[in-house]
């Protein structure tokens, strides 16, 4: 089974960001899934693509969740995926 992947879209000195990281690390002590961060700052076409939205968080792929990144929302979109597999 290919384990979950969580992204962080993410940019240097930005507190939302920093909020969404520690969220998401903190479901990680009752979740199973690997956290990749990237920074939209490394390439021009994803800065053009999230400038604006950041933090962004996709799971596997999919685009959940954005700007405020709620812990409860991405809880409950691990459990839909635990279920799916």
Not at 31 to 43: A, C, H, M, S
Request: glycine residues 4%.
């Amino acid at each position: 089974m290919t384990p979950t992947t969580i992204t962080l879209y993410t940019r240097n000195h930005c507190p939302l960001c920093d909020k969404a990281k520690a969220s998401l690390l903190e479901l990680k002590e009752n979740w199973e899934f690997i956290l990749e961060e990237i920074d939209i700052e490394t390439n021009d076409d994803l800065t053009e693509r999230y400038g604006l939205m950041i933090p962004v968080v996709h799971i596997d792929g999919e685009e959940v969740g954005f700007g405020f990144v709620d812990q409860f929302d991405i809880s409950n979109r691990l459990q839909e995926k635990k279920l799916i597999k």
